[in-house]
């Protein structure tokens, strides 16, 4: 009898290990199918390309590459001395026109005061002249304040606070006009982009708890979710030779859930902790 109970004893504290065991690799089951989380994070952050409002050689580069700069910090100078031409050549058109302006003015003037002793039509082309000579006397003005508009704009400014990156700017390079010349990483527009699977979309909604561990940094980044994207990229919407859809003709039997990109917002940054866009990071969420 003593034999049956020690062996039912056994029996029963195998039975309850393995229940156990079961019921924890069900847990871990279910947090992994349901629970929110990603190993496919990125760090993001707003690149503001920097291009000048002037064309011209590049006469001196204020910074270095990954330096901090300050918004209104100079970037680099543009020669300007080709501008400040304009500006000279802007204002003496500004001188003429005006001198022309008080002529046909002065002129209309006379002839008004003497009207009955002149024809109508030569009343009304001394008038139209003077109103000519002032309307190029205002575009002659215009052209100025533009002139000197591209001068201030030689020099090159920081429009927000960040570091300067991957600056390959010299001083004599040619900048051109709309061309990009150097970029700023924008300091204060960090944020993390997850790709959770569509399977686990249903548990993910704005504002909800995210915890961020960077790869190779041992610190927890808090954050929330800020909102999901709306629209991923579909290969077989593309368009064919013909203008048909490029439907492809094979079809995966084993179908991988898509990854839609959600965008979180960092709430707090661990003391030494540096962010760089482009680094990556695993995001959990709490529903």
Do not use: C
Request: glycine share 6%; charged share 20%; net charge negative.
């Amino acid at each position: 009898m003593k034999s049956f109970v020690s062996l039912l004893g056994r029996y029963v504290l195998t039975l309850s290990a393995v229940v156990v065991a079961a019921l924890l690799a069900f847990m871990m089951w279910k947090h992994y199918a349901q629970t929110p989380w990603t190993r496919d994070g990125r760090v993001r952050a707003d690149v503001v390309q920097i291009a000048p409002d002037v064309s011209g050689p590049v006469s001196s580069v204020a910074v270095t590459d990954n330096q901090w700069v300050e918004r209104g910090d100079i970037l680099y100078a543009i020669d300007p001395q080709w501008l400040k031409l304009a500006v000279a050549s802007a204002q003496a058109d500004v001188d003429a026109k005006r001198h022309e302006m008080l002529m046909r003015q002065d002129a209309a003037r006379r002839r008004a005061q003497i009207k009955s002793a002149i024809s109508s039509e030569d009343l009304q082309q001394t008038g139209s002249a003077a109103s000519i000579a002032a309307a190029n006397y205002h575009a002659a003005l215009a052209a100025l304040e533009l002139a000197q508009l591209n001068l201030a704009h030689a020099t090159v400014r920081a429009p927000v606070a960040g570091y300067v990156t991957h600056l390959r700017l010299r001083p004599g390079d040619y900048a051109t006009a709309g061309e990009t010349k150097v970029a700023i990483i924008d300091a204060h527009s960090f944020w993390v982009v997850g790709y959770f699977e569509e399977t686990k979309l249903r548990h993910i909604h704005p504002g909800n708890t995210a915890h961020i561990a960077l790869m190779g940094s041992e610190s927890t980044i808090t954050g929330h979710v800020e909102s999901i994207g709306h629209g991923i990229g579909d290969t077989n919407d593309e368009t064919g030779g013909l203008g048909l859809p490029d439907v492809e003709p094979t079809f995966s039997w084993v179908r991988l859930a898509q990854r839609v990109p959600v965008r979180i917002h960092l709430d707090t940054l661990p003391e030494g902790v540096e962010l760089v866009a482009g680094l990556s990071a695993t995001i959990s969420i709490t529903p």
